[in-house]
């Protein structure tokens, strides 16, 4: 078998056979297509990206098979891509050099259930660790709105927060990732065991640092949530509510998100169940906590179009709420017209209806607000992830000037490494691609600073730190 990816010198056919009885899949059509995850949000990822391709794709079934498979691949020096449901956004799971893909969705038990935490295999799907946990009177603190195809594994490497994080913080938040074990890809790989904030050099490491194995995340009480749908004439006033509604002691949202009027227009599922050409403010909230946020709603100058059960939704054949939050926002839009894109940027810190009022008339026709409300440290924070009527790159870094012009910060979705997203701005993490990945086979093109320490010792690379980097 030739490379596929034309970037390795690897006998694939030796290797498919070294790997036995570890499954594997070679047709070239479904090795092309686990070589992709959303990237293609972005105009200026889908043109870097679209043409990167591994060579093969493995799909363990046990850590024993997930350990024979890292140490064949550390014997033939092959480059390797950890994918769980590659649903990335930033081309996290494109294998940049060609290589082994190897697919965790095999291995995906739901181990244990106590109080208060889950553990489950690296590839165990969101959704289903959920139901796992319903029948316990328990939900995972945080999912993405991607549950049904990601992977718990894939969540922890490559995700930051998600519906439940207004309430319990980011996965990043002390006590939300509980615990997690990764592999070494060497000779003979290991598991090793993170603990609370060291499982934070394995967390949004994009799949460089270790072979996420198990992971513990922290589980909390299960609601029968109610979602809501309320309408505003004007952005600030539903920006301005939501805010009153993550501050209100009386009730208890997992989901706050604002979208532009102008972004509604490009959901027809909603068309008759909520006000046209208003702007929309989401809500999900505990089942008690209904009438008071219907009299805040209305205080607050807005109009509830929806506020329903999950039955009461279920018979109306609509769409979960929080399948217009987060990146499902943009989904919805991207499904019309793929010329749309996006951007991530955080807004000043408390949210202030005033600065998103301020900034909205600078930004132009082509940028359309959409805001998510979380707790990060302890902190009610707002992320805006705008949909973005792409012109060109330069545009787009206009569009960034002047976000920041007025005091937002952007985290790029635009790039490709891991050290451009803001979460791993140094060369801190690598010091555990090292230790974990001593041969630097994880996806090493994925950081910007990999070349620049890979000759280094961990400890080295952790005394360089912060210094160089940027
Ligand atoms: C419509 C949409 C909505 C989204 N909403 C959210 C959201 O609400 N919150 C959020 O945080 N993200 C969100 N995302 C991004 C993404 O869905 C999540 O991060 C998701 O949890 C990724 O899981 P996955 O199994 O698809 O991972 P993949 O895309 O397969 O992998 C993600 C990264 O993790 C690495 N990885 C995967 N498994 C392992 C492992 N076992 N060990 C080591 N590394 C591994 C991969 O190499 C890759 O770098 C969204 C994306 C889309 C397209």
Known sequence: MTSLSGKTDIDWDAFTAALAPVETITEPVLIKKRSRDFFWYSPILNDALKRCFGDLVVRPKTTEELARTLAVAYAHDAPITIRGGGTGNYGQAVPMDGGLIVETTALNQVIEIGEGYVTAQAGALLADINAALAPHGAELAMFPSTQDIATIGGFVAG????????????LRDPGNILSLTAMTVTDTPELRRFDGADALHIHHAWGLNGVIAEVTLRTVKRYDWVGGMATF??????????????????????????VDARICAYFPKLEGHIRAGKHLLVTMIR??????????????????????TDEERAALKLPHVFDFSYNHTTLQVLKADRKATYQQVGCPIPPDAKAIADVRPHLGDDVWMHHEFARVGGEIVTFDLPIIWFQSPERLAEINITYEAHGFTVYDAHTWNVEGGGLKPDYTHLAWKKRMDPKGLLNAAKSRFWDDVKHLDPDEIEAKGHSNAG
């Open 159 to 170: 995700g930051s927060a998600g519906i439940g994080s207004v309430a319990n913080g980011a």
């Open 233 to 258: 004439d004007s952005y600030e006033d539903g920006y301005a509510a939501g805010y009153a509604i993550a501050q209100a002691e009386t009730i208890h949202a997992k989901l706050l998100t604002t």
């Open 287 to 308: 089942p008690h906590d209904v009438d008071p946020l219907r009299t805040l709603i209305t205080q607050m100058g807005g109009h509830v179009d929806l506020m329903l």
